[in-house]
């Protein structure tokens, strides 16, 4: 890795969204995660700063040279109790059943991870 490397972490705005829906739609299928019923089909994909701009909620992208190569946000869950958020990053405790009602119907792993 070249030293001179600039990593930035900020707050999306909306110029990013078309480089986040990118990442997460050339991503998710690399893990089996690109059928129908996975989050890659949400409309939020496209306009990620809008959809995590919502109370409680923060999405984060990584830059590189200016470059986006990656994100990361928090949000309540949809359907879900109060308190309990979904969070896309790692460190997690699998469950044996979905928590809240998402529509991912195409998962078939779910986890928890408390903050």
Do not use: N, Q
Not at 19 to 36: D, H, L, N, T, Y
């Amino acid at each position: 890795m070249d030293a001179s490397w600039v990593f930035r972490i900020r707050p999306i705005e909306p110029r990013d969204d078309a480089a986040v829906a990118a990442i997460i739609r050339s991503v998710m299928p690399e893990f089996g995660a690109g059928g129908e019923g996975f989050a890659i089909h949400d409309a939020e994909v496209d306009a990620m700063c809008a959809a995590y701009g919502k109370p409680r909620s923060a999405y984060f992208v990584l830059e590189v040279d200016d470059v986006i190569v990656g994100g990361g946000g928090v949000a309540p869950l949809e359907h879900g109790e109060h308190g309990v958020c979904e969070l896309r990053k790692h460190g997690f405790t699998p469950l044996c059943a979905p928590m809240g009602s998402t529509g991912h119907h195409g998962c078939d792993r779910w986890f928890i991870r408390d903050l």
